[in-house]
């Protein structure tokens, strides 16, 4: 466990429920259910997880299914796997990470700028 991990599931951890977190935590087992942190969600290269995710920031290596709303950003890394929806203003993906779903990006607190039609 690094450092700034202050929770962690092991590779035969099964968990199912609720999981409200401040900091670090990795998962490397199963979990299905529900996770709310303004902190990091890690998720190991074995681990699977389901369910509805409201975190500061994933970091996925392994396989996740479900929704994600995170604060500040996602990042999926070449053997990470999403299916589902995600919503977050930073979004990054390394080549061989796998997303299939929906992607909402919006900077929270910022909105777009219009642009005019160029000739106008």
């Known amino acids: 466990m690094g450092k700034d991990e202050i929770g962690y599931l092991g590779t035969d951890t099964v968990y199912e429920g609720k999981l409200s977190f401040k900091g670090t935590v990795r998962v490397e087992g199963r979990f299905t259910g529900e996770i709310e942190s303004e902190g ?29 709303t995170a604060k500040r ?13 995600i919503n977050t203003p930073s979004l990054l993906t390394e080549e061989g990470g796998i997303i ?10 910022k909105t777009r700028k219009e642009t005019p039609a160029q000739g106008e």
């Open 40 to 68: 990091t969600l890690n998720v190991g290269k074995d681990a699977h997880v389901q369910g509805t995710l409201d975190v500061g920031e994933l970091l996925l290596s392994g396989h996740f299914n479900g929704e994600v």
């Open 100 to 109: 299939e779903g929906q992607i909402a990006m919006r900077n929270s607190g």
């Open 73 to 85: 950003r996602v990042v999926v890394y070449a053997s990470g796997v999403l299916e589902g929806s």
